[in-house]
Nanobody, 120 residues
Framework: QVQLVESGGGLVQAGGSLRLSCTVSGSIFRINDMGWYRQGPGKQRELVATISSNGNTNYAGSVKGRFTISRDNPKNTQYLQMNSLNSEDTAVYYC??????????????WGQGTQVTVSS
């Protein structure tokens, strides 16, 4: 069993910053790619950023230069530093991790989601 627990969401004024965290626990052999996705009101879930096990990153164009994804492998934790937030960033943010539970079995797991609300 693998669990992803997120923290760090909340209400922030436009132009402000927030830092999200997501810790993976359970039967972990190896964590491969990790990432953050979001779903705004009336919108489909979209990719925000991903990070590979060796630190390669990828960002959605709308957040590039404002958001930074990172990970702490010994802590099985990833982070999303969000700066210069605007109303378009209001969404439920979900963390994702591709987790191997042994040499032959891997699957994608999701956090429960954390609300980020940006007030103008």
């Amino acid at each position: 069993q693998v669990q992803l627990v997120e923290s760090g969401g909340g209400l922030v004024q436009a132009g402000g910053s927030l830092r999200l965290s997501c810790t993976v626990s359970g039967s972990i052999f190896r964590i491969n790619d990790m990432g953050w996705y979001r779903q705004g009101p009336g919108k489909q879930r979209e990719l925000v950023a991903t990070i590979s096990s060796n630190g390669n990153t990828n960002y959605a164009g709308s957040v590039k230069g404002r958001f930074t994804i990172s990970r702490d492998n010994p802590k099985n934790t990833q982070y999303l530093q969000m700066n210069s937030l605007n109303s378009e960033d209001t969404a439920v943010y979900y963390c994702n991790a591709n987790v191997q539970t042994n040499w032959h079995r891997k699957a994608d797991y999701w956090g429960q989601g954390t609300q980020v609300t940006v007030s103008s």
